[in-house]
């Protein structure tokens, strides 16, 4: 249960069209992330899936069967949105069990599977607390509890993590890619959280006005980006994107090589040029590196501490290895 596939599925505003027409599988049991701009139409896509916006044209089909038409509650998809919308007056049981006392279930059910969410979010201890007595990682946890007890074909997210803290944010994304291997229920996940797309995703899905760029796995789009669109999305920090004569002696338009890819020394290399801003994360040192007259601001990532002022000269020497070239239509070259 849970493969949805979109077929020439599109959408428009008025005159405006926010998806053309767009084809997508999401595979049973799948992790699939959206990520994209702001405004690229991932929320859109998300809500023609669950049912939430119509279609202006195209087929969605749920497990072989045509769900375009089928009204939300039917298509036995659950959502769990940014803003998780809890009643402040009910308990923590309550709030779970309002989806499924509207369904009319059992109350032997519903229980059920309120303790079995409960026990796998680990609520069991607030099960009778009001949402105000909870921290937002706990509300969030209920708000999934909620799509749990529903026993869905598929969650969809829609950036359930954006209103919490960095701490919380991680904990949380762990908390929800266990889920994910326990129940192995088919996700779709909407983030423009470069980490949380890259460690929850078994399939990426880069969108870009409406339009697929690109789909496949984390390290498929890492290792080799289709355009230079997912070359400079894909990352963090962003791929070097160097034009101009240095691309052409590899015959290519543009050349990429990312930040953790360039070799750094103080004496000798391919590239010289001097340090401006580093920051020091402990872990790794970012620089970034001027007046190399290939393109402003060179990013280097090297692992831990390295000695660099601003001001200093340095050398770089891309690992031509990690080297990724695109044409003049910014397409991948091999
Ligand atoms: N009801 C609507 N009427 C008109 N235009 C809309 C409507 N809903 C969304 N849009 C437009 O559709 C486009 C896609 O919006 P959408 O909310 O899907 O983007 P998004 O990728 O989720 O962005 P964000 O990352 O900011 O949440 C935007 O240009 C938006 O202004
Ligand atoms: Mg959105």
Redesign the pocket.
């Known amino acids: 249960m849970g493969r949805i596939t979109l077929d020439k599925v599109e959408?428009r505003?008025?005159d405006?069209q926010?998806?053309p027409p767009l084809d997508l599988t999401i595979e049973e049991g799948e992790f699939v992330v959206?990520v994209?701009?702001?405004?690229?139409?991932?929320?859109?896509?998300?809500?023609l899936i669950a049912g939430l916006?119509d279609v202006s044209g195209g087929q969605i089909r749920i497990d072989g069967n045509d769900a375009t038409m089928i009204p939300p509650a039917k298509r036995g998809l659950a959502m769990v949105f940014q803003s998780y919308a809890l009643y402040p007056h009910m308990s923590v049981r309550k709030n779970i069990a309002f989806p499924l006392k509207m369904a009319g279930m059992d109350k032997a059910e519903q229980d059920r599977r309120i303790d079995n969410a409960a026990k796998i979010l680990n609520l069991t201890d607030y099960i009778d607390r009001k949402p105000g007595q909870l921290s937002g990682g706990q509300r969030q946890r209920v708000a999934i509890g909620r799509a749990i007890v529903r026993e869905p074909a598929a969650f969809l997210f829609?950036?359930p993590l954006s209103n919490l803290d960095a701490a919380l944010r991680v904990g949380m994304r762990l908390e929800i890619t266990e889920l994910h291997s326990r129940l192995k229920t088919t996700m779709i996940y909407?983030t423009?959280d470069q980490v949380e797309a890259m460690t929850m995703a078994d399939k990426i899905v880069v969108?870009r006005a409406?339009h697929i760029e690109q789909v496949g796995s984390p390290l498929e789009l890492y290792r080799r980006p289709r355009n230079l669109f997912v070359a400079g999305f894909i990352g963090s920090p962003k791929m070097n994107l160097i034009a101009g004569a240095e691309a052409a002696k590899h015959n290519a338009t543009t050349i990429g090589i990312r930040p953790e890819h360039m070799g750094v020394s103080k004496t000798e290399g391919m590239w010289k040029g001097r340090v401006g801003v580093s920051e020091h994360l402990g872990s790794d040192t970012f620089f970034y590196v001027h007046d190399t007259g290939l393109t402003d601001g060179i990013t280097v990532r090297v692992p831990g501490e390295f000695d660099l002022k601003s001001g200093d000269t340095v050398y770089l020497t891309p690992d031509m290895t990690h080297l990724h070239k695109f044409d003049d239509k910014g397409l991948r070259i091999e």
């Open positions: 959408k505003f008025g405006v926010v998806i959206f994209g701009p702001s405004g690229c139409g991932k929320s859109t896509l998300l809500r916006e829609d950036e909407v423009h969108l409406g």
